[in-house]
């Protein structure tokens, strides 16, 4: 099966590459295709704006897509930044504008728990969308730790490892991250509707 990923992110697609490889989808990006397309993200969750991503991107594209959104919620903030994480410090700000406004937000704050979580869809056809969702909890650090990943990675400490996502390597992220989980459990599903052979 060939496969767009709405992204142009190259840490998502790295990630997706990576646990997606063996099952016999072929992956491609928007680059390869020549489109351009700025998709109004307008849900009010992380499934709504992934599924809304996947949809637009399947019908410009005419191959099946895949898309994500996923999200930082932090309990001490009332969830935010969540379906805003990628926008937090404001249009176009840097991975690093985005964690530095929170690591001021959290400045003094004590409850510093928090969760990153991640809806993938799978558009295939008008009305056949494959969903998946994961989630991995932490804590928020006081400052950054790691020089790998990649959005709010370096503030977000993984709690069994007791390493920030930036300091994971590939596969542990993989094995440990919203996204990989998402997926996985995306993966699973699709082996199980037959949509791709078992792993």
């Known amino acids: 099966m060939k ?13 997706i590459s990576q646990i997606l490889s063996g ?15 700025d998709v ?15 949809h637009a991107w399947r019908i410009a594209s005419g191959y099946p897509t895949l898309a994500d959104d996923s999200g930082l919620c932090v309990d001490a903030l009332a969830g935010r930044p969540g379906v ?21 937000l959290m400045e003094g704050v004590t409850d510093r728990k928090a969760h990153f979580m991640c809806v993938v869809a799978l558009a295939i056809s008008d009305d056949m969308v494959i969903t998946a969702t994961g989630r991995c ?13 990649f959005g709010y990675d370096p503030v977000f400490l993984d709690l ?8 994971l390597t590939d596969n542990e992220k993989n094995s440990r991250s919203h996204r990989g989980r998402a997926l996985i459990s995306l993966k699973q599903n699709l082996e199980e509707q ?3 052979g078992h792993t």
């Not at 985005?98 to 690591?103: A, Q, S, T």
């Open 23 to 37: 099952t016999g989808i072929r992956i491609f990006t928007p680059q390869e295709t020549g489109l351009s397309l």
């Open 84 to 104: 805003h994480t990628a926008r937090f410090a404001g249009e176009g700000a840097t991975d690093q504008e985005n964690y530095e406004l929170l690591l001021k």
């Open 40 to 54: 109004e993200e307008n849900g009010h969750t992380f499934e709504a704006n992934a599924v809304i991503k996947a």
């Open 194 to 196: 037959g949509l791709i």
């Open 160 to 167: 069994q490892t007791g390493k920030s996502f930036a300091q």
């Open 137 to 149: 909890d932490g804590v928020i650090l006081h400052e950054p730790a790691g020089k790998g990943g």
């Open 3 to 15: 496969v767009l990923v709405a992204t142009s992110n190259r840490g998502k697609i790295s990630e």
